[in-house]
């Protein structure tokens, strides 16, 4: 008997063909430095009772149906997954390669998929518990996952952080020996190299946490079709929110109050993630307003205000050493 240890675990995820739900066969991709993987997996069963067995017990079990679904959190290295939630990226290469992401509609296409949902993004996720006795391990890969939210998470003298939670259609077991993947060189970010543009163009130095979260709000459906998984989900509507702290000062607190919170006009602002102009990326949000602003009055220490943002539409722009985003 092995016992599985935490330091043997690795997941990673693979691009899919364009046909939903298959695997392309490329590589294992990495997610970033993951924390880690909470998959949710529901095997859904009917209690029958019926009269004859002469007994208060259940009758029978029939399964119904299974859902699968789960979380994924990683230290971000690019921003892959931003593509996969938002739904379309342009690269450039170049000196400086650059990745436009922003948000598809219902009836927009993808290069890397097909179908009627063909404008979203689907991946596989390999999932390894391993002692290193090929038969003996414990793989699972969760197959035709999308993208159903996507967040970024920064906070004082920590790291940035990305949390991805995905639907899947069905998952496939395993106990051989998991795939390999390099793991990326590249450093993730602090937080101390975000700065938050609010206005546009106007920079509140005093940020001290942001939460910028991303839902695809994701529609599945059992049909009835002689499988037990979910059709291919469909996202519906979109919704964006961002939730931002900082430290109380004269120069904005005016402004934040009294003409976007109290008073209801319109804005852009900007999240910045990294310094480096070969390695960054700008989370832009236009047409916003201003649904929260929360100042505490204590009796000492720093003032702090809490302001919650909902983007009318929002993307991302990036700067990175990856060539492309795209698997082939």
């Known amino acids: 008997m092995g016992q599985f240890l935490g330091d043997m675990n690795q997941v990673g995820y693979f691009f899919t063909s364009g046909t939903y739900a298959t695997a392309s066969g490329a590589a294992l991709q990495s997610f970033g430095l993951v924390q880690s993987h909470e998959p949710d997996e529901t095997?859904?069963?009917?209690?029958?009772?019926?009269?004859?067995?002469?007994?208060?017990?259940?009758?029978?079990?029939?399964?119904?149906?299974?859902?699968?679904?789960?979380?994924?959190?990683?230290?971000?290295?690019?921003?892959?997954?931003?593509?996969?939630?938002?739904?379309?990226?342009?690269?450039?290469?170049?000196?400086?390669?650059?990745?436009?992401?922003?948000?598809?509609?219902?009836?927009?296409?993808?290069?890397?998929?097909?179908?009627?949902?063909?404008?979203?993004?689907?991946?596989?996720?390999?999932?390894?518990?391993q002692i290193n006795v090929s038969g003996l391990n414990s793989i699972r890969t969760y197959n035709g996952c999308k993208t159903n939210s996507w967040s970024i998470t920064g906070g004082e003298d920590d790291l940035i952080t990305c949390d991805m939670s995905y639907i899947g259609q069905s998952m496939t077991p395993g106990s051989n020996t998991s795939s390999t993947y390099t793991a990326s060189t590249t450093s993730p970010i602090v937080f101390s190299d975000c700065l938050f543009h609010f206005p546009s163009g106007t920079v509140i130095d005093e940020m001290i946490s942001f939460t910028f979260t991303l839902n695809n709000n994701l529609k599945t459906r059992h049909y009835g079709n002689g499988s037990l998984v979910i059709a291919e989900p469909v996202p519906l509507s979109r919704d964006y929110n961002f939730d931002v702290t900082f430290d109380e000062n004269s120069s904005h607190r005016k402004t934040l109050y009294e003409q976007y919170f109290q008073g209801g006009s319109t804005f852009n602002c900007m999240l910045q993630i990294g310094t480096s102009a070969t390695n960054r990326a700008f989370v832009w949000m236009s047409g916003c307003r201003l649904s929260n602003d929360t100042a505490p009055t204590p009796n000492e220490g720093v003032v702090e205000e809490s302001v919650t943002i909902l983007p009318g539409t929002a993307g991302i722009n990036v700067s990175d050493a990856i060539s492309s985003y795209l698997p082939w």
């Open 43 to 129: 095997v859904n069963i009917s209690n029958v009772r019926y009269t004859g067995t002469e007994s208060r017990d259940v009758g029978k079990f029939v399964t119904t149906s299974k859902d699968y679904a789960g979380k994924v959190s990683y230290y971000p290295q690019d921003f892959k997954f931003a593509w996969m939630a938002f739904g379309s990226v342009a690269d450039t290469s170049g000196a400086t390669n650059t990745h436009i992401i922003s948000a598809t509609n219902s009836d927009d296409g993808n290069v890397t998929a097909s179908g009627t949902n063909g404008g979203f993004v689907d991946f596989n996720i390999e999932d390894a518990h």
